[in-house]
């Protein structure tokens, strides 16, 4: 089953890509999903008028509110859950007003994870164009790594007591040089499953890796057609990396004015379009940060900003596009 | 006095499929409270974190618009309060 969250409410599709259920949430943005091992799964919803909320389904038919979000003490509001990622036991939602919570219930209540959202610079952070927001969560043991738009990656080795910001080696979105700490655009990380320390990253200014937690990131665009784009993806089965090209910062359609996901075979030395299958008519379709999924075992899904699923089964020798528009699409997940 | 309550039903993820129902209160002041009571989580759409009705949430009491605060218009047993989908939208 494959969970699709869009602008307009979310979607459920099965392994034929067929609908099961729609719409869900109707007039409500989903923007993240999250299955725990009970089999539930929760469901982060947005509205532009209602804030953000939080749903559970323990059978992804009937859904429950949660009735606690996330919510700042400090009178800062939570407009949107960006991300809900799970660490053994452990639930950690990066929302924007840009922040980290963790939950030790299953989501049913949420604590703020402090050292972040008390960083001494906090009242400089900038917010890009999808909000000031923290909307990927990476865990390993006791290795927390947090992506803030348009502030930079903050890496915890002690569980989220502590964290330090490591961006060195990536441009600053106020150009190479500029002395400000916050200001590095992450629009994407993705870990080594085995190695904490690699890890890749789609940014604001191009698309880098690290082989030491994000002490120093160095750049890997050798065959990409651009640099900007906003999802980047690993399945563990090929070790294989996905990325959608975007033209530019200033013209967010596809590159070239072709649909089609890159992929690197080499741990990102190299990149090259993905497979077969891919339209051959022009198009401008573009993929958001939280709409690429994977499931590890050769599985890829990517929702577009226009409505259209594709997928490969065979990590990305092969692509098909599902029978179907959405609205905009905003979140992925294979369930 | 019972007031009587009434949603969009864009709100049925937060408040369920019954879109109206009703709160128990002495005097105005009381009305968020119930609210939350009456559907745990509701408020947090409703305010925002300063406590004001969030900007495109449209509400009315009776025949007039009401943003719910304490020292609004006088509310008697029977009173509707009515929320109505935003019309800004896209």
Redesign the interface.
């Known amino acids: 089953m494959i969970a699709i969250g869009t602008a307009k409410g979310g979607y459920l599709i099965d392994d034929s890509l067929a609908i099961q259920q729609a719409t869900l949430f109707p007039g409500w943005k989903v923007t993240a999903w999250s299955a725990t091992d009970g089999g539930d799964l929760i469901a982060a919803l947005a509205s532009n008028w209602y804030g953000a909320s939080l749903q559970r389904s323990l059978d992804r038919i009937e859904w429950t509110p949660i009735s606690e979000v996330p919510t700042y003490p400090s009178g800062r509001d939570l407009n949107q859950i960006w991300t809900i990622t799970r660490a053994g036991d452990l639930l950690y939602a990066g929302v924007d007003e840009a922040g980290l919570f963790s939950s030790e219930d299953g989501g049913e209540t949420w604590g703020e994870v402090s050292p972040l959202n008390a960083w001494p610079t906090r009242d400089q952070w900038t917010p890009g164009l999808g909000g000031l927001c923290a909307h990927h969560v990476l865990t390993h043991g006791e290795r927390v790594v947090v992506g803030i738009s348009a502030v930079g990656v903050f890496v915890s080795d002690d569980g989220g007591s502590s964290f330090t910001k490591r961006d060195e080696g990536v441009t600053s979105i106020a150009g190479d040089g500029a002395d400000i700490e916050a200001g590095r655009c992450v629009h994407s990380i993705v870990a080594h499953e085995r190695d904490p320390d690699l890890i890749w990253r789609q940014d604001h200014s191009g698309v880098y890796r690290t082989r030491d937690g994000g002490r120093q990131w160095s750049r890997i665009e050798s065959g990409l057609p651009s640099t900007f784009g906003f999802p980047i993806g690993r399945d563990r089965s090929s070790d294989r990396l996905f990325i959608v090209p975007m033209e530019s910062d200033e013209n967010r359609v596809s590159a070239e004015g072709l649909f089609r996901v890159f992929m690197s075979d080499d741990g990102g030395d190299s990149w090259q379009v993905s497979g077969t299958g891919w339209d051959e008519s022009p198009s401008y379709d573009t993929v958001l940060r939280n709409a690429m999924a994977t499931d590890g075992e050769g599985t890829v899904v990517v929702g577009t900003t226009g409505g259209n699923v594709w997928i490969t089964r065979d990590a990305g020798d092969t692509w098909h596009r599902a029978d179907l528009q959405l609205p905009r699409i905003l979140s992925t997940e294979i369930i | 006095m019972t007031i009587g309550v009434h949603f969009p039903?864009?709100?049925s993820?937060?408040v369920g499929d019954q879109l109206h129902g009703t709160i128990e209160i002495d005097e105005r002041s009381q009305i968020r409270a119930a609210l939350e009571q009456a559907w745990?989580?509701l408020t947090?759409?409703?305010f925002?974190?300063?406590g004001d009705m969030?900007p495109?949430?449209l509400c009315f009491v009776d025949d007039g618009a009401d943003r719910l605060e304490s020292d609004g218009p006088d509310i008697r047993d029977g009173s509707v309060i009515r929320f109505v989908q935003?019309v800004?939208g896209?």
């Open positions: 039903r864009v709100l993820p937060i745990p989580g947090n759409h409703l925002d974190s300063s969030r495109h949430v935003a800004s896209g």
